[in-house]
């Protein structure tokens, strides 16, 4: 079994440089050729801290790399991966989307942290997992021989179980409908009310569009110049290709993707946990935060609230953002 996992996989670094202004700075590009995907990591800032935290992007389908615009103040003080998952972001290769399945993304991510546990033997390496990311990171800590792998997990405002997710989003959706004196919205919400049964034929992707048109996520990453402007000129990502990934994840959402649940293995995880969560989110609703936090009762675990955020806290409360990571990666 081994030798015909091995003939699968094959794992190379492609470009090893250090900062010579800055000996305790990385510029180290990796690469997990895995079933078809070729998918970049890309290692920067401080690794001689001895902590690294590597970057679970969201989506699925979105990229990690890109990201860094906002990360970047963090490469200060601690290494930064960013990895591409397959079919996302820059990663290349003939990716069959029968593999776009929680399974498999496990496998990826189980390998991309052995490999960076092999090329940085002496660094604690931390996850940050955001939106899709978290299920990612969740995924991989519910194995208790994983968990010894990593310091710390930090969720971005991501979701552990599918029913209590869409559950709190039709909460969310008629709460504010209420509030907005939104019949249309309202209405679909109170006709549609969601049982653990019903969840695979619930009708998710139009609560979803009311949640959008009631403001549930109203930021615009590419209303930010700054953004754009390292995005097309700095980032690694094809700009093209990144706007034709989402098309291919019906995989995900269609076979598993709506029966994610780890409710029980939250009350197994025993590394410690942040919940950093924009407290005004409707794609993952602040009360998913709170569920979270009361299910990891065997580990250290704390919120820490964006007030003036929605579902990517660091874009918009992104000093904030900083510190508190810093202060989570401090302490553990």
Known sequence: MKSVILSFLFISVLLSACNNDDEQNITQDLRLRHKGADMPIWVRG??????????????????????????????????????????????????DVSTLTYTQFLEDTELVIDLLRKQYPNVDIYLMGHSFGVELGWQ????????????????????????????????????????????????????????QESILSYPWIE??????????????????????????????????????????????????GLVFEKAYDLQNITIPVALFWGEKDGVVPVAI??????????????????????HEPFVTENKKFIEATRVFMDRY
């Open 289 to 310: 935060a709170h569920e979270t936090h009361a299910l990891l009762t065997e580990t250290s675990s704390e919120i820490v609230l964006f007030n003036e955020s929605w």
């Open 140 to 195: 991989y800590l519910a194995k208790p021989t994983n968990q010894a792998k990593v310091k710390g997990f930090m969720v971005v405002n991501g979701i552990y179980s599918s029913y209590r997710w869409l559950y709190n989003m039709r909460e969310w959706v008629l709460a504010r409908a209420t509030e907005l004196n939104d019949t249309n919205a309202k209405n679909f919400a109170l006709e549609n009310p969601l049982e």
């Open 46 to 95: 401080n690794i001689a801290s001895g902590k690294l935290i590597l970057y679970l992007h969201g989506g699925p389908g979105d990229c990690a790399m890109c990201y860094r615009h906002y990360f970047k103040e963090l490469e200060k003080s601690y290494g930064l991966a960013y990895w591409d998952q397959r079919i996302a972001g820059s990663t290349s290769g003939v990716t």
């Open 207 to 256: 609560l979803y569009r009311h949640m959008y048109r009631l403001e549930g996520n109203p930021v615009s990453l590419y209303s930010d110049a700054s953004f754009v402007s390292n995005y097309i000129f700095f980032s690694p990502n094809l700009t093209f290709a990144q706007f034709t990934h989402g098309k291919h994840y019906g995989n995900v959402t269609e076979t598993d």
